[in-house]
């Protein structure tokens, strides 16, 4: 099985836990990259550790927790070679992948129940990229990360 890096604040500490023990119990390698308590910490330093896993290709990929998942898809998606996406519903994280090729998912403790984000994430796994006309959407969303940084 790929590595899945998994990354959280204290508000997505409890999440992320019950995460690891499902993606465990179902065979997945598990790259736990913290936080490791309800300690107050700030998301993007775990949106980093986890989009530099998977753009390095530590972990094929992300999954990261916080309150409503916003504030850590925003931050993944600075890191390049990341394509995260905030998913609350089964259908959203299922086209993420087959439309986007998403390899980063941010979901929200405070907004969504724990089954659910199970029910999200293992559709998210299981869902493969289609390619074909999304191929090109893709390539043009990845050449963003070089056309459009400001001069220095
Ligand atoms: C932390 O209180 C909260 O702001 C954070 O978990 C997340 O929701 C940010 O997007």
């Known amino acids: 099985m790929a590595v899945v ?12 836990e019950a995460l690891k023990q ?3 119990g179902r065979g997945h390698r598990v790259l736990d990259l913290g936080t490791d308590s309800t300690t107050s910490v700030d998301y993007p330093d775990f949106a980093a550790a986890v989009g530099v896993a998977v753009s390095s290709g530590h972990a094929a990929r992300g999954v990261l927790v916080c309150g409503t998942g916003i504030g850590m898809a925003i931050a993944a998606n ?18 993420s992948r087959q439309h986007n ?32 006309r999304h191929t090109q959407r893709v390539e043009k969303v990845r ?5 459009h940084a400001p001069a220095r």
Request: charged share 20%.
């Open 5 to 16: 890096a998994l990354g959280a604040d204290h508000a997505g500490f409890h999440l992320k």
């Open 22 to 24: 499902w993606l465990l």
């Open 78 to 95: 600075k890191v390049t070679g990341v394509r995260a996406a905030q998913c609350n519903d089964v259908a959203s994280a299922q086209i």
């Open 101 to 132: 090729d998403t390899n980063v998912l941010a979901l929200g403790a405070r907004t969504t129940r724990e089954d659910t984000a199970l029910s999200i994430v293992d559709a998210w796994l299981e869902t493969a990229f289609e390619g074909g």
């Open 143 to 147: 050449a963003l990360e070089n056309t």
